[in-house]
């Protein structure tokens, strides 16, 4: 079946397995809240949901749109990690997922719509993130307001953290203040409802205690957003295009949009059926990028175009139209991992995955 396909993501279902059960070695009793946003982050949300179903007690995504489709797959509570537009509150209310409110007035709106009974909430907390939540210094006053509202039941309460990866002391001293924030509004009102914080940088580097539930997403596709941590972890997907074609180029050619490569000597020069509308960063031109060709680097010649790319094929034998390039993933010993391109292209692991395109199948294997 793959080898009808130019360029296609393989995931290994089996990898993500492995994963969670790393997330789960390191947080104790605490539930595990699979963040699937973003098509489980490039990777395909209903297979990769599905895998991860016995190991999850609930999922976080983004907007109602991911929770309805996910919804269908599965039983599971869905928190929606993102605020909520004020067209979709009555629907969020009646399918039962868990909204993120950041404001008294969104509470008393989901109060007002639920009106079969009392809707689960998060209930976020501004600590340093300045994206979402009640302010830290007015978190008590509002939540004594939130959870007086009729039909309103606190399922949680969170922060978020915004330096996890790059200010370890920041992040003890914002864990400790939201720790405190946790034990007042405990002290205040009274119910079971759950905090959490821990991303997947938190819930490798400062997961001790992990809160009641972590919120863990790049971690469980196997990437690390600290590198000391990646030994953990197994990369879940290989993306993968073929060679279109194999020409041999004299001396002075020029390669691609700009002629920013000009073939310093005769090169065999291969041109693969991927490019920028396929998700593989036009950034990555002229960055010393390359891809795997049986399990060797190539470089990556002149700007990557929309639909095609071109690499140096000169040193390896045999290459034939149709052959497998690995474009992120491991071949026998090499690897190019998802930090390595991040890093090229200067940008940051989440974004490399979640921008591979909706033309690139998804193939689970
Ligand atoms: C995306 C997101 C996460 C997951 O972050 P990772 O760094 O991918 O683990 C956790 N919490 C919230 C609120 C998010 O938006």
């Keep these: 079946m793959k080898e009808r396909y130019r360029c296609w993501a393989e995931i290994d279902l089996s990898a993500l397995r492995d994963n969670v059960k790393v997330v789960r070695d390191r947080i104790g009793a605490a539930e595990l809240l699979a963040v699937v946003k973003a098509n489980a982050y490039g990777h395909g949300l209903v297979d990769v949901a599905k895998a991860l179903a016995n190991d ?12 309805i489709q996910l919804r269908a797959a599965l039983p599971h509570p869905i928190m929606i990690l993102g605020p909520a537009l004020p067209e979709e509150t009555s629907t969020i209310a009646e399918r039962g997922f868990i ?38 210094g007015d978190a008590l ?3 004594k307001k939130v959870s007086g509202l009729p039909n309103i039941k606190i399922h949680s309460i969170s922060t978020h953290l915004p330096v996890s990866n790059e200010d370890a002391a920041y992040t003890r001293d914002q864990l400790q203040r939201f720790g405190k924030i946790v034990r007042q509004l405990r002290a205040a009102v009274p119910g079971d409802f759950k905090a959490h914080v821990l991303q997947s940088a938190g819930t490798l580097a400062f997961n001790d205690p992990p809160f009641d539930i972590v919120r863990a997403g ?38 691609s949009y700009g002629r920013t490569f000009i073939a310093p000597r005769k090169m065999r020069i291969a041109t693969l059926s991927a490019g920028y509308a396929d998700g593989y ?9 390359a891809v795997l060709v049986r399990g060797r680097r190539c470089a990556l010649v002149g700007r990557v175009t929309m639909d095609l790319m071109m690499i140096d094929v000169s040193k390896i034998d045999n290459v034939k139209v149709g052959n497998e390039v690995v474009l992120m993933g491991s071949d026998g010993n090499e690897e190019i991992s998802c930090a390595e391109l991040a890093e090229r292209a200067s940008t940051i692991a989440w974004e490399i995955i979640t921008r591979i395109g909706s033309r690139v199948p998804r193939v689970f294997v």
Excluded at 223 to 230: A, C, G, K, R, Y
Excluded at 281 to 289: G, I, V, Y
Aim: net charge negative; charged share 25%; hydrophobic share 45%.
């Design 141 to 143: 006053s509002v939540f």
């Design 218 to 255: 790049i971690m469980l596709y196997g990437i690390s957003p600290l590198p000391e941590f990646q030994k953990l972890l197994k990369p879940a997907m290989t993306w993968k295009t073929r060679i279109a074609l194999v020409r041999d180029m004299p001396k002075g050619s020029s390669i």
């Design 99 to 136: 909204p993120t409110i950041s404001t008294f007035e969104e509470a008393e709106e989901f109060g007002r719509v639920a009106r079969d009974g009392a809707i689960p909430i998060n209930f976020k907390i501004d600590t340093g993130m300045g994206r979402m939540g009640v302010p830290e």
């Design 281 to 289: 960063p036009w950034h990555l031109s002229n960055r010393d990028a």
């Design 56 to 67: 999850a007690q609930l999922f976080g995504v983004a907007n109602l749109e991911e929770a």
